[in-house]
């Protein structure tokens, strides 16, 4: 267990899975607010003005990646996580807890370092009487500067299937004419700029990966995608993603479930950071990438 200091905050846990560390926050969240390699620039997005806080009822987004509560709702989604959580470690497992929010709910995130790769358990707790149906929501913010980049569904010709292929779901302010996005035949990319305001669009994807392309690196999120989409929120989203001028979020979904008293709902992915890479810019060279890339780095085993 090696606890150290990080952005304002005296005590961060610090998990090092081969040639990448997470630093996760103790005083406030739990948020893991650092992942990169080590030596390397940080990942994920840091807000200076939040860094370092703690107490209040203010929510704060930190940066980082964090556990939410689907569907979003005001102000069981944004409850303030900024006070102190409960740190142990069980068979390779470094565990927080938050303490109990007051719809009698608790959040945790699970970590395991497993050689080059990160495993992740995020777990919601029902302490209530009644069952709750929700979704662990896992978002993961990068920093500035990047590209997210995800799958489409496996093309087949209209002459062999006639049945829509998955539901691709658009916010109010989506703009689909918008020069961030990339619509390949094979990938979908959004792009993150400093001069744009927020942008956002969920999908179903069954092949269970998304990625972040920033500062000569890629960061590869696989995450499950067994279930039917009719068993999400949001129109059956299991990712979805939002950028806008600061930073640009990869954000996963499990299905909505029905927690009994003392119950929990589950969601995990695996997390894999890959050096000094340069994905092509045509698009089947880089679905042949991608397919090569992530043939060796599996969501669990």
Known sequence: MEIVSYGGWERCARIQAGSTEALVTLEVGPRIIRYGLIGGPNELVEFPTEMGKTGGDEYRSYGGHRLWISP????????????????????????????????????????????????????????????????????????????????????????????????????NYTDMSDPRWIWGKALIRLEQHADKGPQKIGAFVDQGWAAYANHGNVFIKRFDASSEPTAYADYGCNFETFTRQDMLEVETLSPLQAIPYQGFASHWESWYLIPDVDIPQEDALAEKWFEQLLSSRPLVK
Request: hydrophobic letters at 40%; proline letters at 10%; a negative charge.
């Open 72 to 171: 979003e709702e005001d102000p069981k989604t944004f409850h303030a996580d900024n006070h102190p959580v409960d740190y142990r470690i069980e068979e390779g497992w470094h565990i927080f807890t938050a303490p109990l929010e007051k719809w009698l709910v608790q959040k945790e995130i699970r970590v395991k370092p497993d050689g080059d790769r990160l495993l992740i358990e995020h777990r919601i707790y029902n302490h209530g009487v009644y069952d709750a149906t929700l979704a662990p929501w896992s978002l993961t913010v990068m920093a500035a500067g990047g590209t997210c980049i995800f799958p489409q569904p496996a093309h087949i010709p209209h002459t062999e299937k006639v049945l829509p292929a998955r539901p691709l779901v658009l916010w």
